[in-house]
């Protein structure tokens, strides 16, 4: 098929679609949908899509709120720390534990990411407010939990509407156990969705981390002029660990992961590093761009997720540094490329020139494209859950071809677009994954690598690929249709 | 580095050298206690498991810890979702219903569709009537569901949004293009400080039973309504009906959502099965309604006691007794002897119960879970001559604690079995390493207390995420009760085999035939 019927297939398809909608929900929805075409200046963003506006109601948008992307993406990973949703009992029960922030520690003891804790609000505290509550939470976590490092109050959506004042609860008590207590306001009614909630919390970081008083001690770690920080990885199967170690081995140091795996000391030993690395542009930028205005600290965006993106970021990175560092770079390199050549070799033949639909969130939906590439397949939809404008400006750099793209995709349009463009593999979220299973398609979760990963770094591509090829050519796709009805 | 003969992901991955390397690297920029001092890790982890915690941890006020409950629209969606092309619609933000979806899905493996008017900070201020009026609409335009349920977030109730009148602005204002005056749009408040799921349940079941049936009253049908409750066992659900058929009466299950959470593979429809919306108007005039789960619906079934005079009441086949109960009842309002098919059920069940319990008497069990789930899990345990030693119930409703604790009481064992209503998980490890048991019945929550205290956890219960397909299984009825004792003896002997396999040390015990 010729690139202008691709791009007229995928342009009718979005005609066809916004028919099914009112009037003015389809004025709104097809300003989010579009047609990337990487070679088409005219394009301000990626398809010329609109995003980061109010959801159009009734519709199962896949999107989150941004309690999600306080305590679920930003602060709920920092291992050392006590998160606090403070509120009703459900969102820290559907958010328990969901995410594969993997962490090493002992759970309950000195580390708490798979615990949730709640404030359990009951009526009286709507009523009375939970202040009071908060402060008496706290003492209790304290006496029962003396090993955590600090604390952080995740609001839950009727804090910010009962009039609490959760920041007064946390300075008077932060005072008394002298540790820090983080309030952090990510109800999650505010903004259109998680995205809000990760610039509260960067927002949080920058005001109680690193303008806070921290009874924490850092002097024993000494500045180099190889330190660099991890941000935006969160380190879910793994994958902050299988990226650290390409770094260390070109001679880096990492001082600190952001929040996969971390600590507070990590975070407050940050603003000493040389380059930020920032892997999530999305959920992390803000306080990448602090630390370069405030202390001076460069950041740079980068792809671990396939092997030409990888090689791509790491001489990105050391060129920043020494020609030790970039001599060191190409050996990581040369090291590694045997292997990869052997993972192209052994599963490009079983997936080449298939195509896939994604949607995700932060960066994945550009940042995946290149993986898939390499291995020979086709990305022909993407689209996030909650990105803005300069993510979409981004992808136009990822696609090879026309392709559809989507912003705040929901239930319906997804199933009418996969129905429409046939994709061999289908790679969003666990809401969406039975969906199309039901139908028969070869599924991924790509927001917790459904299970297995890490995906990001070398190691991580094997295991991409292997997961791809599985999901792409397991025989149960062929069962869907009994023997009595096949054809001839 | 990988091989590619043998490409492994993190599990042993991170096993390798050069990754314990990384990890042990890591630790000199870390504050966390293990990296610094783990001989304090040590000292306070042992201090957790002692009766000062434990004390220090029962005498908590204020913060839950890993609690065992979920709040009430999560029970709203399971109860539109019974109901035939029923669109569950949650008026509020829409991160919530991202949650309820997420959360279902992880535990059927079953798509859950809902929907939410994604209501934000200009709706805190103004109310949310706008998204209701334009989310009802576009509902309604898209995916063309029979029946729209709505429910509440707690920040509609917060604000104090007013469902009905909101329900009529937005029909009078579509002027029936998409939301024709007659369209069923039944409505529930499910304020998520109040209660816990089941309570959403209920108010949700109350609201569609209330305003469906509303001018629908005629002459009375021999026919009987079936509530099942909060009830995430699929197979449960199908047990209940064939008990029900076995009588040759007339009946409807009210919120049966055992097609829509367990679709053939083939093809994607959004809505299977559920309760006729033509029958859900009738149910009114049915002779009898049974409650399958009383704490689940004890404001439903006021309304069906009090005002619309069906007999009934409440049974919870769960169990032997549970299920003779219903099967007596069922005989009662019918009028019809017990059938021969389900007399054999229980001749069989029986016997596979006096086949199995020299492994089940006498041993510990720690259980939580929902009330009504306790009360038939319990009595069956009870029934096999074991000995239900923690039974926690964090979102315990009035009456609950006083029933199990009557019901424990008829136990030889009874001064060392004990209930705990309100508590939660942490307080549960606090109980099992101070007064330790044989074995754990819970949901997936309880990994982590088998993690720590080492008793081996029996999946049974809602959420499970990290098993397959034992929710597609019944836990009710003579057949949902063998699933119970194949499952819980069959991990019995599974640990006597994981206790006994020492070889030359312990496996004389290690025996073939047990």
Request: hydrophobic share 35%; with cysteine.
């Given at each position: ?338 292997m990869i050549d052997a993972v192209i070799a052994k599963y490009k033949p079983r997936l080449d020139g298939k195509t896939v639909m994604l949607f995700v969130g932060g960066l994945r939906p550009r940042h995946v494209i290149g993986a898939y590439e390499d291995l020979g397949m086709e990305v022909i939809g993407t689209g996030y859950e909650f990105a803005h404008d ?99 | ?483 119970l004792l194949t499952w819980i003896t069959n991990k019995v002997l599974d640990q006597l085999d994981e206790d006994t396999k020492g070889i030359a040390t312990t496996d004389y015990f290690f025996d073939l035939i047990r």
């Amino acid at each position: 098929m010729g690139p202008e019927s691709l791009e007229a297939k995928q342009k009718a398809a979005i005609e066809e679609i916004l028919k099914a909608y009112p009037e003015k929900a389809a004025k709104n929805r097809e300003k989010h949908l579009g047609v990337g075409s990487p070679n088409d200046e005219t394009q301000k963003t990626c398809g010329d899509v609109r995003s980061n506006k109010k959801t159009v109601p009734g519709v199962m948008s896949q999107r989150g709120c941004a309690y999600a992307g306080s305590k679920g993406v930003v602060w709920g990973p920092v291992k050392d720390m006590i998160h606090i949703s403070h509120g009703p009992i459900g969102c820290g029960q559907y958010s328990r534990a969901g995410r594969r922030n993997y962490y090493i520690g002992v759970t309950g003891v000195d580390t708490f990411v798979t615990m949730n804790f709640s404030s359990d609000f009951q009526e009286n505290n709507i009523v009375f407010g939970g202040d009071k509550k908060l402060g008496k939470c706290i003492d209790e976590i304290e006496l029962l939990f003396p090993l955590n490092n600090g604390i952080t109050v995740q609001s839950e959506c009727p804090i910010g509407l009962i009039g609490d004042d959760i920041g007064a609860v946390a300075k008077v008590k932060a005072k008394e156990i002298d540790k820090v207590i983080v309030p952090v306001n990510c109800e999650g009614f505010r903004g259109v969705s998680q995205s809000l909630g990760h610039h509260i919390a960067n927002d949080t970081v920058r005001d109680y981390i690193f303008d806070g008083k921290l009874n924490i001690d850092t002097s024993d770690v000494t500045a180099t002029d190889y330190d660099v920080a991890i941000i935006g990885d969160y380190n879910i199967g793994g994958d902050a660990w299988s990226s650290r170690i390409l770094l260390e081995e070109m001679g880096l140091r990492v001082v600190a992961q952001w929040s996969g795996d971390a600590t507070l000391k990590e975070m407050a030993l940050t603003p000493k590093v040389k380059l930020n690395l920032l892997h999530c542009y999305r959920s992390m930028n803000y306080i990448s761009r602090h630390m370069e205005k405030e202390y001076g600290i460069p950041w740079i965006e980068y792809n671990f997720f396939g092997p030409s993106q990888t090689i791509k970021s790491l001489r990105k990175i050391a060129a920043f540094f020494d020609e030790s560092v970039q001599k060191k770079c190409e050996e990581v390199i040369a090291k590694y490329q045997p292997m990869i050549d052997a993972v192209i070799a052994k599963y490009k033949p079983r997936l080449d020139g298939k195509t896939v639909m994604l949607f995700v969130g932060g960066l994945r939906p550009r940042h995946v494209i290149g993986a898939y590439e390499d291995l020979g397949m086709e990305v022909i939809g993407t689209g996030y859950e909650f990105a803005h404008d300069d993510d979409y400006k981004r992808t136009k750099e990822e696609i090879f071809r026309s392709t559809v793209i989507y912003d705040d995709v929901n239930e319906y349009e997804l199933e009418a677009f996969v129905k429409k463009l046939q994709p061999d593999l289908v790679a969003s979220g666990i809401k969406e994954k039975y969906v199309f299973q039901k139908m028969g398609l070869p599924y991924r979760q790509m927001h917790s690598w459904d299970y297995s990963g890490p995906y990001h770094g070398y190691d991580g591509f094997a295991i991409f690929a292997q997961d791809m090829d599985l999901a792409i050519n397991s025989p149960v796709w062929a069962h869907s249709k009994a023997p009595w009805e096949q054809e001839g | 580095m990988q091989e590619i003969e043998k490409i492994v992901n993190g599990k042993d991955l991170f096993k390798r050298p050069e990754y314990q390397d990384v990890l042990a690297n890591k630790k000199q920029f870390e504050s966390s206690m293990l990296a610094i001092n783990p001989a304090k890790v040590a000292e306070v982890q042992a201090w957790t498991e002692s009766w000062d915690y434990r004390e220090k941890n029962l005498a908590r006020e204020a913060i839950t810890v890993n609690p065992a409950k979920a709040c009430q629209p999560l029970g709203a969606v399971m109860v539109a979702l019974g109901f035939e092309g029923t669109m569950p619609y949650v008026h509020g933000s829409h991160g919530c219903v991202a949650y309820f979806r997420s959360y279902f899905t992880r535990h059927f493996k079953e798509p859950t569709p809902c929907v939410s008017d994604s209501m934000t900070e200009d709706a805190a201020v103004f109310g949310g009537l706008v998204n209701m009026k334009e989310g009802l609409k576009n509902c309604a335009a898209v995916y063309k569901p029979k029946m729209i349920a709505v429910s509440t977030t707690c920040m509609a109730e917060v604000i104090g949004d007013d469902l009905m009148a909101f329900i009529i602005a937005a029909k009078e204002e579509d002027g029936g293009e998409y939301l024709p005056a007659e369209y069923p749009i039944p409505f529930a408040h499910t304020p998520s400080f109040v209660g816990s799921h089941i309570t959403g349940y209920d108010n949700m079941m109350h609201g569609i039973m209330s305003q469906l049936t509303e001018g629908q009253q005629g002459e009375k049908k021999q026919r009987i309504n079936i509530i099942p409750g909060f009830e995430t066992y699929i197979g449960s659900l199908r047990s209940v009906k064939t008990i029900v058929e076995a009588f040759g009466t007339d009946y409807i299950m009210l919120g049966d959502h055992s097609d829509q959470w367990d679709m053939p593979a083939g093809q994607y429809e959004m809505f299977q099965g559920g309760t006729k919306l033509d029958d859900a108007r009738d149910c009114i005039n049915s002779s009898a309604t049974i409650s399958l789960q009383k704490y689940a619906t004890s404001k439903t079934m006021k309304m069906v006691e009090k005002r619309w005079k069906h007999a009934g009441g409440f049974s919870n086949p769960v169990g032997l007794k549970g299920t003779d109960e219903f099967v007596m009842k069922l005989s009662e309002l019918t009028g019809t002897e017990v059938p021969q098919k389900l007399k054999v059920e229980r001749g069989r069940l029986v016997d596979a119960m006096q086949d199995s319990y020299p492994y089940m008497h006498g041993k510990k069990f720690a259980i939580w879970g929902d009330p009504d789930f306790l009360i038939g899990a319990v009595s069956f345990l009870l029934e096999m001559g074991a000995e239900p030693t923690h039974v926690l119930c964090h979102n315990a409703p009035k009456g609950w604690e006083e029933e199990m604790r009557a019901m424990l009481d008829t136990s030889p064992a009874k001064d060392s079995l004990n209930v705990w209503a309100e508590k939660d998980l942490w307080h549960m490890r606090s109980l099992l390493y101070t007064e330790p048991v044989d074995f754990m019945i819970g949901n997936s929550y309880g990994k982590e207390l088998m993690r720590d205290t080492g008793t081996p956890l029996i999946y049974i219960g809602f959420p499970i995420f990290d098993r397959h397909h034992l929710h597609r299984y019944s836990i009710s009825g003579y057949d949902g009760a063998l699933n119970l004792l194949t499952w819980i003896t069959n991990k019995v002997l599974d640990q006597l085999d994981e206790d006994t396999k020492g070889i030359a040390t312990t496996d004389y015990f290690f025996d073939l035939i047990r």
